[in-house]
T-cell receptor, first 110, second 111 residues
Framework: GQQVQQSPTSLVLQEGENAELQCNFSTSLNSMQWFYQRPGGSLISVFYNPSGTKQSGRLTSTTVIKERRSSLHISSSQITDSGTYLCAMGTNSAGNKLTFGIGTRVLVRP | DMKVTQMPRYLIKRMGENVLLECGQDMSHETMYWYRQDPGLGLQLIYISYDVDSNSEGDIPKGYRVSRKKREHFSLILDSAKTNQTSVYFC??????????FGPGTRLTVL
């Protein structure tokens, strides 16, 4: 079946540092989404990015379909960036379903 | 403002009781979902609904059923809840570009 691997599983940053989160897929995709989740919170869509590069503030997402991977870059991290980042992929064969990774837990320290 | 709502936000039930979780969306999205999230397992799809009375099993449908009588409402029903159904349940809807929008979640505890 489809698999989504996220790395690293956790990350500790000093405030101001940059970070890159990775998401790798076992099959080719037709939709790809990054989510942010605080402990006990809901999933907030950060990017819908099935291909190419998108930027929003200090966050940049790059999806390379041929290489079956997507990355989320956090620049100049802030304490409020702490939380879990989840990636999810969809494929033509899966219809409207997304398969989620387990997530990368990010902690930004002052 | 596009929104997915869920009620209740917190629920405690005893084993064997029936549970009704409700979800609403104001975006007229056709496709809606129910997931559960457990530590170490991530999000698992329980059911998907493509529109009114057009529902399909997800990856873990056993012990659950759903109802969708209006496009804006999607209910998850647990008949005779079990302790292993203690979890956080999320509802989501799918936008026109395949992006999913999530509700705030319902934390269900089955004692």
């Amino acid at each position: 079946g489809q698999q989504v691997q996220q790395s690293p599983t956790s990350l500790v940053l000093q405030e101001g540092e940059n970070a890159e989160l990775q998401c790798n897929f076992s099959t080719s995709l037709n939709s790809m989404q990054w989510f942010y989740q605080r402990p006990g919170g809901s999933l907030i869509s950060v990017f819908y990015n099935p291909s190419g590069t998108k930027q929003s503030g200090r966050l940049t997402s790059t999806t390379v379909i041929k290489e079956r991977r997507s990355s989320l870059h956090i620049s100049s991290s802030q304490i409020t960036d702490s939380g879990t980042y989840l990636c999810a992929m969809g494929t033509n064969s899966a219809g409207n379903k997304l398969t989620f990774g387990i997530g990368t837990r990010v902690l930004v320290r002052p | 403002d596009m929104k997915v709502t869920q009620m209740p936000r917190y629920l405690i039930k005893r084993m064997g009781e029936n549970v009704l979780l409700e979800c609403g969306q104001d975006m007229s999205h056709e496709t809606m979902y129910w997931y559960r999230q457990d530590p170490g397992l991530g999000l698992q799809l329980i059911y998907i609904s493509y529109d009114v009375d057009s529902n399909s099993e997800g990856d873990i449908p056993k012990g659950y059923r759903v109802s969708r009588k209006k496009r804006e409402h999607f209910s998850l029903i647990l008949d005779s809840a079990k302790t292993n159904q203690t979890s956080v349940y999320f509802c989501a809807s799918r936008g026109q570009y395949a992006e999913q929008f999530f509700g705030p979640g319902t934390r269900l505890t089955v004692l």
